[in-house]
């Protein structure tokens, strides 16, 4: 499984972007999908996931009510669509994705084999 993460940018505190992840070599459909992120000089950390059927989500505190997790199965596409961006959402997002993945599990950077590249997304005040 091959995933492209897109749609990063340089946003004003309280805007909005729609990250991407394109998937190949995999159906997002029978697939386990997060979303990721990276701040310079702290750990990934997870942000929000998807389970294969679509019918359930979970997020991270830090982003509830504000960030939302959907997938596209035409488009072979999950994306993460961000609300009400802060200061510190500064940070590289990655999307990642498992075929075996549990519920209980989804949170975990370990439980995820395949893993995009990683797209910038900076926000200013």
């Known amino acids: 499984v091959q995933l492209q993460a897109s749609g990063g940018g340089l946003v004003q505190a309280g805007g909005s972007l729609r990250l991407s992840c394109a998937a190949s070599?995999?159906?997002?459909?029978?697939?386990?999908m997060g979303w990721f992120r990276q701040a310079p000089g702290k750990e990934r950390e997870f942000v929000a996931g998807?389970?294969?059927?679509?019918?359930?989500?979970v997020y991270a505190d830090f982003v509830k009510g504000r960030f939302t997790i959907s997938r596209e199965n035409a488009r072979n596409t999950v994306y993460l669509q961000m609300n009400s961006l802060k200061l510190e959402d500064t940070a590289v997002y990655y999307c990642a994705a498992s075929r075996g993945i549990i519920y209980s599990s989804m949170g975990s950077v370990t439980a995820y084999p395949y893993w995009g590249q990683g797209t910038q997304v900076t926000v200013s005040s």
């Open positions: 998807i389970t294969r059927s679509g019918g359930s989500t």
């Open positions: 070599g995999g159906t997002v459909s029978t697939l386990g």
